[in-house]
C-alpha cells in the first residue's frame, strides 16, 4: 500500500490567497484526519470524517479553515484568505474500524505551509 | 477533556545506551489507547508503539518497550541499545476506545532525542 498520500509537500503562498491542501487516504479507511502542527501549540486535531462525513470540526481555527471529503479517497483542506498566522505543517492521518474500536492512524508525510 | 504531558523537552542518550521518556496524562475514562509516536527531521509521523489501558502487560517492539502505570496515569518510552536513527522527537498521545469518540489523537509537546555517537 502506498499509505497516506499528501500534496503539495511544500506550499509557499502570500497572505490572502486561497491555498488548497489534499490528501488521499490509505484505501479502505473509513475515517480521515487533519492536524496542523506548530510551534506554539504542538500538533492539534482540525476536523476528521467518518465514511465522507465530518464529525468534528472544533479544532477547525476559524471560518476562512474548509474541509470537504467527496469521496472515500480524496480529502482537501481549504483555507481562503490564507494569513501568516496559518504557517504550520499539516497533517492527513487515516485509520479503519475494528469491531468497537478505531484502529492505529496512519500519517500522511504532511505539507509544509508558508504564508508569507 | 484529556490531556498529555511531557516534561521532558530535550533528552541526549549515548549510542548503544538505554534512554528513558516520560509521559503524564489525565484522564476519566477506563478504557483508552496511548501511543508513542516518532517524528525524525523528514517530518513523518512513524507510530513506534502502542498500549492498550485494559492490558496489564506492558507492549514491546524490538529495541521499544513502555512502562505502563494505569494508576499512576503514567505511560514511558524505553530505548534500549539507542541507535542513530533513533534521534528524532518523540510525541505521546491518548485516544479513546470508543470509535463514536472518533479515535482522534490528543498529543503531548514532544521530547527531543539526540544520540551521541
Known amino acids: 500500500d502506498a499509505g497516506v498520500i499528501q500534496s503539495p509537500r511544500h506550499e509557499v503562498t502570500e497572505m490572502g490567497q486561497e491555498v488548497t491542501l489534499r490528501c488521499k487516504p490509505i484505501?479502505?479507511?473509513?475515517?480521515l484526519f487533519w492536524y496542523r502542527q506548530t510551534m506554539m501549540r504542538g500538533l492539534e486535531l482540525l476536523i476528521y470524517?467518518?465514511?465522507?462525513?465530518?464529525?468534528?470540526d472544533s479544532g477547525m481555527p476559524e471560518d476562512r479553515f474548509s474541509a470537504k471529503m467527496p469521496n472515500a479517497s480524496f480529502s482537501t483542506l481549504k483555507i481562503q484568505p490564507s494569513e501568516p498566522r496559518d504557517s504550520a505543517v499539516y497533517f492527513c492521518?487515516?485509520?479503519?474500524?475494528?469491531?468497537?474500536?478505531?484502529?492505529?492512524?496512519?500519517f500522511g508525510p504532511g505539507t509544509r505551509l508558508t504564508v508569507l | 477533556a484529556q490531556t498529555v504531558t511531557q516534561s521532558q523537552p530535550e533528552m541526549s542518550v549515548q549510542e548503544a545506551e538505554t534512554v528513558t521518556l516520560s509521559c503524564t496524562y489525565d484522564?476519566?475514562?477506563?478504557?483508552?489507547?496511548l501511543f508513542w509516536y516518532k517524528q525524525p527531521p523528514s517530518r513523518q509521523m512513524i507510530l513506534v508503539i502502542r498500549?492498550?489501558?485494559?492490558?496489564?502487560q506492558n507492549a514491546t517492539e524490538n529495541r521499544f518497550s513502555v512502562n505502563f502505570q494505569k494508576a499512576a496515569k503514567s505511560f514511558s518510552l524505553k530505548i534500549s541499545d539507542s541507535q542513530l536513527g533513533d534521534a528524532a522527537m518523540y510525541f505521546c498521545?491518548?485516544?479513546?476506545?470508543?470509535?463514536?469518540?472518533?479515535?482522534?489523537?490528543?498529543f503531548g509537546q514532544g521530547t527531543e532525542l539526540s544520540v551521541k555517537p
Open positions: 492521518a487515516s485509520s479503519s474500524r475494528t469491531g468497537r474500536t478505531t484502529d492505529t492512524q496512519y
Open positions: 484505501s479502505g479507511h473509513d475515517y
Open positions: 470524517f467518518n465514511n465522507n462525513v465530518p464529525i468534528d
Open positions: 484522564t476519566s475514562e477506563s478504557d483508552y489507547y
Open positions: 498500549q492498550e489501558a485494559y492490558k496489564q
Open positions: 498521545a491518548y485516544r479513546s476506545f470508543l470509535y463514536n469518540q472518533g479515535g482522534k489523537l490528543i
